[in-house]
């Protein structure tokens, strides 16, 4: 094995120090620092190793790069790491399991009597007594039990769904957020461009006399609230990049990538239509639904409280010897018992019933609640959406070339001096405006209709 560069530096400092010196005494110092030298060097090499594991896997694990603004993929990636949806598909899980444990006969008893002081009989004394019993409720009532506990699955079972809209819901409303103030942040950068290439004209303008001083200062105020505004966009975006991620379960400060034109989607569909898809869909409507039947069940199970149920049991007890001479002189003993619990205590029978019924009563009460909360967000994010549909085709084909046409118009007056300054910069701010409005539109309308999915529970 060849020795490394900084070795061949220590051999020959020991080379030209055998002269003059003791030999023994260099040789001794050269293997000490060869010694520590290779140690030293080890000990680096395993840091940089384990140092380069760590970054590979932490890397691997959550790139530093992930960008995808992709808003099926972010659905996708939400639904299989978000805690929350997790959780409560758990939940909906455990609920699954409950339904054999209510629905299942209770344990059996095993008794053992060990006497003290026997018990002398005939034809022996009693030493030991074993006993077990099985209690064995009424056949319905474990049918009622299970039909409860199987509704209730079905229940957490639609609050999982629910949990999954919203989500949903979250990352659509974040990524249409994003979209708005990444155009907004073009925008911006397009209408200073513009300003900076109109302060030049205004800066030669009034070195040859032609315009004030007060042309050049109002458009670098212009200039300087553009920056203000672009400032506080970039913010808005790096808080919306954090709630995405969050949403995610990503570590904070993954980056997104600007997201792109978004397809503008024709909504097309009657107001009766989305009624009868909300109907069959919510999952909040569903779950009510589903706990007035509960309740019917639990109802049914309180009145067969008056019907008893029975247990049945067999003893077995150890003779000793005895002192006789009959046949049957120290045989074991055995019996069978029967026996019912007595429902003797109406009142508190007659009680649970009634709390019952009113459990009942309260659950038809709430799916009514629902269903007429449901119907209005339908009709009212129904018009809401009609609403911003027109204000996007207003904006697409009347507005935006309308202030487009009156901003070149007042630029090209302005340079050729037949335009004030202020007429101007009016048509300038009506027309960053009117392009930051439309964006906005686009986005509120993308967002609206997110929020009708969930309130019909299903992609439209």
């Not at 007659?350 to 009942?360: P, V």
């Amino acid at each position: 094995m060849g020795c490394s560069c900084g070795q061949y530096v220590v051999i020959e400092k020991f080379l030209l120090q055998i002269e003059g010196q003791e030999f023994f005494l260099s040789l001794y110092l050269l293997f000490i620092r060869i010694l520590w030298y290779n140690i030293i060097m080890k000990r680096l090499w395993v840091s940089l190793l384990v140092c380069c594991i760590i970054i590979a896997s932490s890397q691997q694990a959550y790139p530093r790069d992930v960008k995808s603004s992709n808003v099926n993929e972010l659905i996708e990636e939400a639904l299989k790491n978000n805690p929350h949806i997790q959780a409560a598909y758990n939940r909906w899980k455990a609920a699954a399991y409950r339904v054999k444990n209510v629905s299942a006969i209770p344990d059996p008893i095993g008794k053992y009597t060990y006497l003290g002081e026997s018990i002398e009989t005939r034809i022996g004394p009693q030493e030991h007594k074993y006993a077990l019993s099985q209690t064995i409720p009424f056949p319905m009532k474990l049918y009622l039990k299970g039909k409860s506990a199987v509704k209730e699955r079905e229940m957490l079972k639609e609050e999982y769904e629910a949990a999954k809209r919203d989500l949903i819901k979250d990352i659509n409303f974040v990524y249409y957020d994003l979209y708005w103030l990444d155009k907004a942040q073009i925008v911006l950068n397009e209408e200073k461009t513009v300003l900076e290439s109109l302060e030049k004209v205004a800066r030669v303008k009034f070195e040859t006399g032609y315009v004030p001083q007060q042309d050049v200062i109002r458009v670098g105020v212009e200039i300087s609230k553009i920056i203000d505004r672009i400032l506080t966009v970039k913010q808005q975006r790096k808080s919306k990049e954090a709630m995405m991620n969050s949403l995610l379960n990503r570590p904070k400060r993954i980056p997104l990538e600007p997201i792109e034109d978004i397809g503008f989607e024709e909504f097309s569909h009657e107001l009766d239509q989305l009624r009868k898809i909300a109907s069959k869909s919510r999952q909040e409507l569903i779950e009510a639904n589903l706990n007035v039947e509960k309740a019917k069940y639990e109802k049914s199970l309180s009145q067969l409280n008056f019907i008893p149920d029975f247990t049945f049991g067999f003893d077995y007890i150890s003779v000793g010897s005895g002192s006789t001479v009959m046949s049957n002189d120290g045989r074991d003993a055995w019996m069978t018992t029967f026996a019912v619990n007595i429902p003797l205590w109406f009142d508190k029978l007659y009680t649970e019933i009634k709390e019952k019924e009113m459990s009942l009563k309260a659950a038809e009460h709430d799916y009514d609640d629902t269903k007429n909360r449901v119907t209005y967000e339908i009709e009212d994010i129904y018009f809401k959406i009609v609403t911003y549909k027109d204000i996007v085709s207003l904006y697409k084909t009347a507005l935006l070339p309308q202030t487009e046409q009156a901003f070149e118009a007042g630029r090209t007056g302005y340079e050729s001096g037949k335009v004030d300054f202020l007429d101007w910069l009016d048509s300038e701010r009506v027309l960053l405006q009117t392009r930051l409005a439309y964006y906005k539109a686009i986005a509120d309308y993308q967002k609206s209709i997110a929020y009708l999915e969930r309130i019909i529970g299903t992609d439209i």
